[in-house]
């Protein structure tokens, strides 16, 4: 929790959000965003900067001991004092004081940028502070946030993006681009034309002090329309390689990197930038971004997210290009008929996941149907009115009453295992997006509504589209290959199994293909990455949680889900994945665990981490496997003082 409110100390202690580039600094190798004290001129030799996550953690450690954090003066002077009424209040609740500090500062004063970054490093809530970017109109606030927060006469102007990144949170990120920041400004020196240290690569250092993974911030950077290519390009070109401190000879005389990225940065780099954070950065580069007119229509009808759909699912680009450009398309034209996405393909390789992804970018509710239990129309919708039951309905029944008229996705699962009768009652629905509330015979409107059927039919058409056409094929290859022959194929194989009527109100067919060698290791490497954070939790001996407060560190994170990878199943998948992170890493760290002596206890949560190596070596008959060793420990370190 965060200490009292910024008014109490600001008068008596100054302190500034410092930053410098990588040429300063001597005793840390890249230049961070922090709060601290003035540095005098006779200090240069000493980094004039704290690493955000150790400012965090400095401020969490302060806060257990009732002590008042420290603040950056970027609250201004006048709102502090208008606020001291609301001390006694809430003091209490420091992050409540400072959603109210926020929210009073939106009906009283002007918008302040400064206010804006005082609020971020603070704690703020996300829902206040986009509460708060909405007090003017859409253009001024945007060009507002194009400039920069400079704390002090010649000190660095910091863009503020620079502050969502230190708190490391991806939501404060999309809130800030959406309302118009632009995740290519860099810091800037006062006097020089000289660029510091761009967000991107920023966001990858950020954390090395707390240890923190960064990497949904820097995904949200890259589908907000960061450039991939403010990273040495020859550090995530080939992803599944380890990134090496020494410069790719073929940047040749120019660098555009140069004026940040010395050696010391390029090793920092290499230590914390992770295998999904390098995929995401390759991935960015062949995305294309939508044009004028497709963000003029998107706009219009409120699904901009929809285009960052594609940077959160792993390959798959076949189908999430496919759905976009069905939605848009649909949309340019005002049909009124409902949205009805046929998703269909090997069990385990995204229909769900692309699903939910949708939903939680267009911030729509939705709601999953398993289709496997419903054989008859009664099951999916409920007894029509007056009949023994209708008073409850059903899920489904009730999900679209509750949204008539509205936006909302409904995913039906295993659809292809339901029967003609269910099949039936889906007809009308998706025609004309009329529907009954059978609680009250009520009509519904539901052509809204997005529906996305899930099945598994097709399955050796696409098998055998993906081997002839797309399988170690170069991404030009691709596409070229004749999309349309498989989904002329596939609407034959599901008319045989689900009938012409209910075929023909599908919008798309769209077909989900096996993983290739990338994207397996990429799947395999997000198992792996929930591992880490499930063993960062603390520990809970009452809750029977002994294994937690834990740094797994994967030594070549790359050759390790490569080495996964080749447990795939095109049968089962992701799922195929997950059980061999389970068999090959959770089992050998569990063993390392417990041949560590003593007893766990929470008293343990307040000490360094015990670190866990895990690598892939290969043994006496040249078979490789992995290997899991304790080495020492891991600290959250604080800031310097």
Known sequence: MLGDLA?????????????????????????????????????????????????????????????????????????????????????????????????????????????????????????????????HNDFEIADRLCQSVQTALEAPSVPILYFASERNSPELVRILCHAGAKPSQSIRFYGSATSGLRLLPYTILSAEYELADTTESVVALLAMGASPHDVPKDM??????????????????????????????????????????????????????????????????????????????FGQQLATT?????????????????????????????????ARRMGGLLSLELIVIDCSMMRHDTDMFGPWHPYYGSDVGSELNNHLAEWDGKRTVVFLDEFDKTTDDVGKAMLLLFESGSYTDRRNNRKIDCSKVLWILAANLGVKEITKFWEGNLKDRSQEQQKLAPIRDLQVALKQCIIRE???????????????????????????????????????KPINTDGKRFAGTMFVNFVNDGQIAKHIARRYLEETGARSLADAVEEEISDNLAAEFFRQEGEVNDEMNALPLPKYDVRVVSDSSEHDHVEVTRLGHKTIQSAPA
């Not at 090496?244 to 073929?250: A, E, F, I, P, V």
């Not at 995401?280 to 009808?301: C, F, G, N, Y």
């Not at 009124?336 to 046929?342: D, E, G, N, R, T």
């Not at 077909?511 to 960062?536: C, Q, S």
């Open 498 to 536: 689900l009938g012409a009527p209910l075929t023909g109100r599908f919008s798309a067919i769209v077909p989900f293909l096996p993983f290739n060698e990338g994207e397996r290791a990429i799947t395999a490497y997000k198992f792996m990455r929930e591992l880490w954070h499930d063993v960062r």
């Open 236 to 313: 995530w070109q080939d992803y599944l390689k380890a990134p090496t401190k020494d410069k790719s000879k073929q940047l040749g005389a120019y660098d555009m990197h140069e004026t940040w990225c010395t050696t010391e940065v390029r090793e920092a780099l290499c230590r914390t930038f992770n295998l999904l954070q390098r995929y995401s950065l390759w991935k960015a580069a062949q995305i294309e971004r939508p044009t004028d007119r497709e963000i003029q229509v998107a706009k219009a009808h409120n699904i901009m997210p929809l285009f960052e759909t594609s940077y959160y699912i």
């Open 322 to 354: 496919q759905v976009l450009q069905r939605i848009t398309s649909r949309l340019l034209f005002d049909s009124q008929k409902p949205l009805v996405l046929f998703f269909t393909g090997l069990s385990g390789h995204g229909k769900t996941e692309l």
């Open 7 to 135: 008014w109490q100390q600001s008068r008596t202690r100054q302190e500034k959000l410092v930053l410098t580039d990588a040429q300063k600094v001597t005793s840390f190798s890249f230049p961070q965003v922090g709060i601290m004290d003035e540095v005098s001129s006779g200090q240069d030799s000493r980094p004039p900067l704290l690493n955000a996550a150790q400012v965090a953690q400095k401020r969490w450690r302060k806060s257990r001991k009732n002590k008042t954090a420290r603040t950056s003066t970027a609250a201004s002077i006048s709102l502090e004092i208008d606020m001291a009424s609301l001390t006694v209040k809430l003091h209490r609740d420091p992050r409540q004081s400072h959603d109210a500090y926020l929210d009073h500062a939106k009906e009283n004063h002007d918008f302040s940028l400064s206010n804006l970054a005082w609020a971020i490093q603070n704690g703020v809530g996300e829902k206040c502070i986009e509460r708060y970017l909405t007090q």
